[in-house]
């Protein structure tokens, strides 16, 4: 690589009203974490930013229902996330939080930037008015039935049965959310962004992106089809950015305006912390800079046309390179519903176990193309046939025989015969294929081709049968071991993305020098422990999960359900 290729990584932002469940991790975070550890390994400039998102009226029914303020549910689930994101390795270089000062005067300047120059225009609307609440209701405090599906419960924004967009005037007898009576229309303003002049440009920019995921071009297509109507950008809640302009008391910032811009400040917050204060402009403001957005497949809307149109009409900032969106994840045949405590919450996952095997089963069924099904069966079935029977297995009986027969070293390594090459060439071949899935964005198909390579290598040791070696030909057995270490030391760097607890802990059982992330990516063809090089203490990388354990989460999710 000449010059180090320049990444702006972002995983969408999670809301601050509840803590991590499976879902949120399958969709952004562990696919944009395996792509960013491999960025890393590749020696990229790399910058993975995040925070939680901490406005908006989720946040307030949580803190009504509480009979709390909203800050003290954000103070406890921000601290919550951020652990949660540590203790499953999501590995951010920054993780903000949009309630911080430096967010608001960033928001703020952002929307007088775009007013200035005439993006943004007042009008004035007739809104749902509470009598008895005395306030005006934003969309998602009023329910009603669905005009679409007739399902009772659907929000003023959007229906959950039929996933419709909405507005509250289409609901069908609206009802105030906080006292359940009957809202009546008043006339109010607002400011509306003037999304529809960037139609044209939209779809010219998005044409051009043919490397774009299908669900994402096929979701904006039809969104051009439709035609973009100019959207509100202010709500009525007291809680949020407060809207910058003399005659906006009790207005803030739309929630899904300021959330993309927590992006730059997180940026510019990573920069303060680096002592670097301008560092993010590298990034923000270098068309050669790749950004990337993680999201999952709900949020599309507003990161493939509400935020371009945003960032064209500011004219200051990079366009989105990529915007890999996931499907959804279900659990055991169902939709995840937080409300109905359908869900598996990482947090209580990780008082149980390891945090590799989670990740493992998110990675070989990642929602790419369809939504994916987690059962606790499957995920015990992916744990114990492949992790523990393919992967661990290969690396504990080959470094118990090492010890027993070599004294924990690295054997000499001889001469090698037609098989030994073969494995070092099914190194160099895997490292090529994983990259290049990585690159595309397919983590499945990456994840695969790891554990095929961790197949190749249980298949040569059966085959080259060490055990029987020993006993005709101690060179030629040492060969073995010696070609089999090597398979060991591409492997601890090769799993880093996929599995990185697992990586560092197999790195130190090789005793391999410095740290597995100082690695080259492209170098791990090369890789060789050397001969005689004394191996550090052998541990299990993975052990196998018993029925009773599984039995137990599924009791547990069927008993809040
Ligand atoms: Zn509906
Ligand atoms: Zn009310």
Known sequence: MDQAEKILVTAALPYANGPLHIGHLAGAYIPADVYVRYQRLRAADILFICGSDEHGVPIT??????????????????????????????????????????????????????????????????????????????????????????SQGARGDQCESCGRWLEP???????????????????????????????????????????????????????????????????????????????????????????????????????????????????????????????????????????PATLMAHQDFILPAQIPANEFLNIEGRKISTSRNWAVWVDEYLDVFPPDPLRYWMEANAPENKDADFTWKDFQLRNNSELADVLGNLINRSLSFIEKN??????????????????????????????????????????????????????????????????????????????????????????????????????RMLNGPGSHRDQKWFDVPNLRLPEGQTLGNREILFSKIEDAIIEEQVAKLRQSD
């Not at 910032?253 to 927590?262: Q, R, S």
């Not at 992006?263 to 990337?292: C, H, M």
Request: charged share 25%.
């Open 61 to 150: 029914i949580r803190a009504d229902k509480e009979k709390v303020t909203p800050q003290v549910i954000v103070d406890r689930y921000h601290a919550m996330m951020k652990e949660t994101f540590q203790r499953i390795g999501v590995a951010f270089d920054n993780y903000s939080r949009t309630s911080l000062p430096l967010h608001h005067k960033i928001s703020q300047d952002f929307f007088l930037n775009l007013n200035e120059k005439g993006f943004i225009k007042e009008q004035s609307i007739r809104q749902l008015y509470c009598g008895s609440c005395k306030r005006f209701l934003p969309d998602r405090y009023i329910e009603g039935e669905c005009p679409h599906c007739h």
């Open 406 to 507: 070599f004294e924990a070293k690295v054997p000499p390594a001889g001469h090698l015969s037609d098989a030994d090459r073969a494995v070092l060439a099914a190194i160099a071949e895997s490292t090529k294929k994983i990259g290049a899935s990585l690159d595309d964005f397919q983590v499945r198909r990456a994840v695969g081709e790891l554990m095929d390579l961790a197949r190749t290598g249980n298949k040569y040791f059966n085959d080259e049968a060490p055990w029987k070696a020993l006993k005709v030909d101690r060179a030629r057995c040492a060969t073995i071991l010696y070609t089999t270490l090597q398979l060991h030391a591409a492997l601890a760097v090769l799993m880093e993305p996929f599995l990185p607890f697992s990586a560092e802990k197999l790195w």
């Open 169 to 307: 005037e289409q609901l069908v007898s609206p009802k105030c959310k906080i006292c359940g009576s009957s809202p009546e229309f008043r006339t109010t303003k607002h400011w509306y962004f003037r999304l529809s002049e960037f139609q044209k440009k939209l779809e010219e920019w998005q044409n051009a992106q043919a490397n774009w995921k299908s669900n994402v071009r096929e979701f904006c297509s039809g969104w051009f089809q439709e035609g973009l109507t100019d959207r509100p950008i202010t709500r009525d809640i007291d809680w949020g950015i407060p809207v910058p302009l003399p005659d906006a008391e009790g207005k803030v910032l739309y929630v899904w305006f300021d959330a993309p811009i927590g992006y730059i400040s997180s940026s510019v917050e990573w920069a303060q912390n680096q002592g670097t204060p301008d560092r993010w402009r590298d990034y923000w403001f270098d068309p050669k800079t790749k950004l990337v957005h993680f999201i999952g497949k709900d949020n599309i809307v507003f990161h493939a046309i509400v935020w």
